[in-house]
């Protein structure tokens, strides 16, 4: 099992920025790769960015380009970060973070979601 602890949702104004944390623990030595889900009300849930246990492979959606960066944590490694600038209304979502392993061709555990809220 992997465990996924997030942090630094919160409420921000249009424009604002927010930064994403998320500390994985228990079998991270089976970590592929990490990422961030987001689900807004009413809307299903869709990909946001991720990045490889490499730290090389990283992809972000489209509807976030240039405005989300995903990160890695050098130091420890399964420590992940989304830093968010330029934020929108259309970005009010719980935000998920997941873990792949490397056994499997899915985002396989979950974290337990962070709200972030943008005021317009």
Same mark, same amino acid.
């Given at each position: 099992?992997?465990?996924?602890?997030? &942090?630094? !949702? !919160?409420? @921000?104004?249009?424009? !604002? &920025?927010? %930064?994403?944390?998320?500390?994985?623990?228990? %079998?991270?030595?089976?970590?592929? %790769?990490?990422?961030?889900?987001?689900?807004?009300?009413? #809307?299903?849930?869709?990909?946001?960015? &991720?990045?490889?246990?490499? !730290?090389?492979?990283?992809?972000?959606?489209?509807?976030? #380009?240039?405005?989300? /960066?995903?990160? %890695?944590?050098?130091?420890?490694?399964?420590?992940?970060?989304?830093?968010?600038?330029?934020? #929108?209304?259309?970005? /009010?979502?719980?935000?998920?973070?997941? @873990?792949?392993?490397?056994?499997?061709?899915?985002?396989?555990?979950?974290?337990?979601? /962070?709200?972030?809220?943008?005021?317009?």
């Amino acid at each position: 099992q992997v465990q996924l602890v997030e &942090s630094g !949702g !919160g409420l @921000v104004q249009a424009g !604002g &920025s927010l %930064r994403l944390s998320c500390a994985a623990s228990g %079998r991270t030595f089976d970590i592929y %790769r990490m990422g961030w889900f987001r689900q807004a009300p009413g #809307k299903e849930r869709e990909f946001v960015a &991720s990045i490889n246990w490499s !730290g090389i492979g990283i992809w972000h959606a489209d509807s976030v #380009k240039d405005r989300f /960066t995903i990160s %890695r944590d050098n130091a420890t490694y399964y420590t992940i970060y989304l830093q968010m600038n330029d934020l #929108k209304p259309e970005d /009010t979502a719980v935000y998920y973070c997941v @873990v792949r392993s490397s056994t499997t061709g899915v985002y396989n555990f979950w974290g337990q979601g /962070t709200q972030v809220t943008v005021s317009s």
